[in-house]
């Protein structure tokens, strides 16, 4: 039984360029969340969809936008990087939306900016 | 104010000792509460939910205070293998969403 899967595991890219981070939900999992995770801090939570649509936000620039396809899968795109992108990019799956649903991370990409 | 607040840390205790961490939240119509565990460089993982009523994993135990917005974790006889970063979560539910507030996590550190 698959886990979350996220790639790549590692990226570097510099100031201004575009960056696209996948993510597999667990299997079962229809619910995906995105969270950037700075070092020494916990994970700060960037969107959720659910039947492919962006069900809620958080307190994130427009430069992040995400996708999710027919099979779950999600995308996390981000625009003109800044130095402060860098971070861990989490994905965590759920069942639905419900607010007691545990969520399951996946191993996270680790995003540089130069 | 954070919405989520934890003890700073880090805790160093050798092992064998009991250790507790806190947490405050902000937000009143939180409605679950969760303790996750995060190693080094890895994701976080779930160590478990925390009920109204507290309860109990073995030598994890989690309490929650609704009325004071005050959530515990309590580690009995520690072991090596728990280093880690504890992390406290609450899901502000609002409507179909399932949003998890993190907390800037407690390192603790146990020691031979």
């Known amino acids: 039984d698959a886990g979350v899967t996220q790639s790549p595991t590692h990226l570097i890219k510099t100031r201004g360029q575009q960056v696209t981070l996948r993510c597999s939900p667990k299997?079962?999992?229809?619910?995906v969340s995105w969270y950037q995770q700075a070092l020494g801090q916990g994970p700060q939570f960037i969107f959720q969809?659910?039947?492919?649509?962006?069900?809620q936000r958080g307190n994130f620039p427009d430069r992040f936008s995400g996708h999710q396809f027919p099979n779950y899968s999600s995308e996390l795109n981000v625009n003109a990087l800044l130095l402060g992108d860098s971070a861990l990019y989490l994905c965590?799956?759920?069942?639905?939306?419900?607010?007691?649903?545990?969520?399951?991370f996946g191993d996270g990409t680790r995003l540089s900016i130069l | 104010r954070k919405e989520v607040e934890q003890d700073p840390g880090p805790f160093n205790v050798p092992e064998g000792a009991t250790v507790a961490f806190n947490c405050t939240y902000s937000?009143?119509?939180?409605?679950?509460f969760f303790w996750y565990r995060q190693d080094c460089r890895k994701e976080p993982k779930l160590l478990m939910s925390?009920?109204?009523s507290g309860n109990e994993d073995g030598r994890f135990t989690a309490q929650l205070n609704r009325a004071s917005q005050y959530i515990s974790l309590l580690i009995r006889d520690s072991k090596l293998s728990d280093s880690a970063t504890y992390l406290c979560?609450?899901?502000?539910?609002?409507?179909?969403?399932?949003?998890?507030?993190f907390g800037t996590g407690t390192l603790l550190a146990v020691q031979p």
């Open positions: 925390v009920y109204s």
């Open positions: 937000n009143s119509a939180s409605q679950s």
């Open positions: 969809y659910y039947e492919e649509e962006e069900r």
């Open positions: 979560v609450v899901n502000f539910y609002g409507g179909a969403t399932n949003k998890l507030i």
């Open positions: 965590a799956s759920s069942s639905g939306t419900g607010g007691n649903q545990p969520q399951h």
């Open positions: 299997s079962g999992h229809d619910t």
